[in-house]
DNA sequence: ATGTCTCAGGGACTGAGA
């Protein structure tokens, strides 16, 4: 089965593209982060229409995620347990396969403006509640994907410039360290498990012509639990999107299962 | 090279966030 990661920035503006994407490549699920959009605006009819589930948890202007999914979604949950948040994050739910239930997160990490901000300090504050949580959701569920924009460039092979990065937020080692301290739950980076090219990144700055020369840097992440990442095939970005006319400054990542 | 895009408020543009 195939699952997928995707930050749309504005779901609204992006639906069409969303909308060629399931059709082309008819993923069994798709997180979208970024959707930007009030639960009573969600697009739920045209996501029907393309032969697919949702669930989503927005809010006007900023964040918003979503799970859209072949088969129906159970067990749906918003947000981190135990982790008073404003703003919408996280969304789970549940699929039953043939190899039993499938966890799905789809997370979308905060940004963290710049190392020492108040928004960094909140960032690494909601890492912290995302690692206590997950690490009981891997408990309770085995087979477990968190799929988002994490907002971290796992390592310096994932910027395009280290150098220019270093100690910058998307960088910075304590985000680093954070994000390793999930991977010790027992998870893996779906994308290292197999050779990639080099200098693959899935956000790039609609700035400066960043795509067009390749200035980016991988956050948007698959990670898998260990039952799981035995059964993933292979892992790929999807550059095509983001060379689309308005394209969102993210391109989607997907990852196969057995 | 503070270089682009999206959204809200308000009714043209500015500021925030990314």
């Not at 779901?11 to 399931?22: A, C, G, S």
């Not at 009573?40 to 964040?63: C, M, R, W």
């Not at 569920?141 to 395009?160: K, M």
Request: hydrophobic content about 40%.
């Amino acid at each position: 089965m195939k699952i997928a990661t995707w930050n749309v920035n504005s779901l609204k503006v992006r639906l069409p593209q969303v909308q060629d994407w399931l059709a082309a490549h008819r993923p069994d699920v798709l997180c979208l982060q970024e959707t930007k959009q009030e639960d009573l605006d969600f697009p739920l009819a045209e996501i029907e229409a393309a032969g697919y589930h949702a669930v989503f948890s927005g809010q006007k202007t900023y964040n918003g995620v979503a799970i859209i999914t072949a088969d129906e979604p159970r067990d749906i949950s918003r947000g981190i347990a135990g982790f008073e948040d404003v703003q919408s994050r996280v969304i789970s739910s549940s699929l039953e396969t043939s190899s039993g239930p499938l966890r799905i997160v789809c997370a979308y990490v905060p940004n963290g403006q710049s190392v020492g901000s108040d928004k960094y300090e909140y960032k690494l504050r909601w890492l912290a509640a995302l690692t206590t949580w997950l690490r009981a959701e891997l408990a309770r569920y085995p087979r477990l994907a968190v799929l988002g924009d994490f907002n971290i460039a796992p390592e310096d092979r994932d910027v395009h410039d280290p150098v220019a990065w270093k100690d910058q937020v998307l960088c910075s080692a304590p985000e680093r360290a954070a994000l390793r301290e999930i991977l010790a739950l027992g998870f893996v980076d779906a994308f290292r498990r197999f050779d990639q090219p080099d200098k693959s990144f899935s956000w790039w700055d609609y700035r400066m012509m960043a795509f067009r020369r390749n200035r980016g840097l991988r956050i948007d992440l698959i990670l898998l639990s260990g039952l799981l990442a035995d059964s993933c095939q292979s892992c790929a970005i999807d550059k095509e999107p983001r060379r689309a006319e308005r394209p969102s400054d993210h391109a989607p990542v997907t990852a196969e299962l057995a």
